[in-house]
């Protein structure tokens, strides 16, 4: 069987009960579900640093957030990163005859770089509105310009939920989805690909076009989780992030009414996002590369839509790190599998290197999709704390000293703090974080080893002058 093409397809903080292959019955996503319907879905699939950042650097490399030293959104990974053996996905499948694109938002820094990745089409953040994209030059040409979406009309007063009126075509996430198919339309089969679409919604600000919420009723949408202590304890962090200038919002109040409409424009933001998968998926099938294909739906990390009183992400409850996952190999007529134990943003790295055949390296965290691991425990750091989940328990600890255990099975709404109730799970999990940390910290640090201290007696280190070589690569 020749190489499969990869089309990875990655919406930005989407979160998996807004598909209705997940659950979702008060939206239509027929594309996203199809994919499912013929291929295997994850149902808890992690993302362990849940910052769009962090989370982009980690499925590049496959090494945790603390390895890579990217933690927060004003970090990047280090330019000296091929001289440490540490090779982006991308630039691993070049060197096996892949072309390689990226279309839409990546959030690399410097943001016009390319990471490995031959061809790159930029629609950046649609919060990064002073970035000269791709996208920009495109709105330029037809006479229009990124806005702040504080221009919009009624953003403030409903809190980011607001109404986006460029012309269809224009609409950032339609706008990216036009430029793949196009670029797929271009492949001439001589050569494998892998293409990577990043998205920039659903993420907010929260901005359909109107004739998309027309076709949501706001009175199915599901409840909001209602706030803890345990919640509140990040609460004052989160008001300051969102009143800084990428946002100025104010939530230091948000009421039912306020989260239903968010949920409201996220959903129509969701329904169109699945109208654009079909696109590509059509796209696919109109170069008559669809049968050589396999298609992979994720997102970086989910959004709270009010649930515990928060916006966003960034902490480790389950609204905020649960993603969806969906492998669709086209290849293949294979009956639809859904697959309960957690599995790691991590593991796509290893995955793509595995079905283009290629040895997955030895530095990398994430385990190959095709290898169910039980028992596994999933750790993820950031910023602003760190986490050890596994399929049935939690345990999470924060910069500000809050610290928490949920049992997952019994609570799924992460509305009880068991920290004192189960020692015997609180010490488990915090043995695997500790593990997971230092294995992070040894291959963060791996630059600076020295392993001529142990070599044999004829060595040069053993003699005045020598030189260690820097950085070390293994």
Partial sequence: MSAPNIVFLLPDQLRPDFLGCYGATFLHTPAIDGLAAGGARWETAISPSPICVPARASMLTGQHAHATGVIDNLAWLRPDRHEMGVKTWPEHLNEAGYRTAAVGKMHFYPWDSDEGFQTRIIAEDKRHIHIADD??????????????????????????????????????????????????????????????????????????????????????????????????????????????????????????????GLRHHYAALVERLDADVARILDALAQSGQLENTIVVFASDHGDYLGDFGLVGKTYFHDPSIRVPLIVRDFRRNAAPSVHAGPVSLLDLYSSFLEWAGIEVPANASGLPLSQPAPGRVICGVTSHGMMARDDAWKLVRYANDTEALFDLRNDPGEQVNALTLHPDQRRRLDAALASCLLDGLRAAHADKRVPAAQAAPDHGFYQRGWQRPYPNAK
Avoid at 150 to 176: E, H, I
Avoid at 201 to 227: K, S
């Fill in 135 to 260: 996208y920009d030059a495109a709105l330029a040409a037809r006479g229009f310009t990124k806005r702040h979406a504080r221009d919009f009309p009624g953003y403030a007063d409903s809190k980011g939920a607001t109404v986006n009126d460029l012309p269809d075509d224009l609409q950032v996430d339609r706008w990216v989805a036009n430029q793949a198919a196009e670029w797929i339309a271009r492949q001439d089969g001589t050569a494998p690909f892998a293409l990577m679409v990043g998205f920039p919604g659903p993420h907010c600000p929260y901005d359909p076009p109107a004739d998309a919420l027309a076709r949501i009723d706001p009175d199915r949408l599901p409840p909001a989780l209602p706030p803890t202590d345990e919640a509140a304890s990040h609460r004052d962090a989160f008001i300051a992030t969102y009143r800084r200038a990428w946002a100025d919002l104010d939530y230091s109040t948000l009421s039912d009414a306020e989260i239903r």
